[in-house]
């Protein structure tokens, strides 16, 4: 596994499963909702994502899959879409990690770091 940020995973592998999965499952009730209660003024209408968060200098990425997930805020008390990259690499040596401090793959925070700018 590559670790491209800190050392570490961005998010743990078994909470980013877990979002992916309450996507599958909660989906379409969390979309039905937003459609019916609050007429889609809530639902997404794009995500901006800088290239340089997702291509880290390490040699031999292959491709990368985004997938969505559902991850519940404290801050507004409900489910919020989020979004979680999965890279892969030929060489799965993890050899070469970046240390990078970030917080700028937490896409679900109320105001992303480009805000404090």
Known sequence: MYLPVANMPIMEQDKAVAAIE???DEGSTWFYR???EFKGARI????Y???EDLCPSKEGLSY???SFGIK???IYQRPLVTLIFIS?????QNT???EVISNTYDWSRPCPPICQL
């Open 22 to 24: 309450l996507w599958r």
């Open 72 to 74: 519940f805020s404290e």
């Open 88 to 92: 892969f690499y030929k060489d799965l």
């Open 34 to 36: 937003e459609c019916d």
């Open 96 to 98: 070469g990690s970046v």
């Open 64 to 66: 990368i899959i985004c």
């Open 44 to 47: 997404f209408k794009r995500f």
């Open 49 to 51: 994502v800088p290239v």
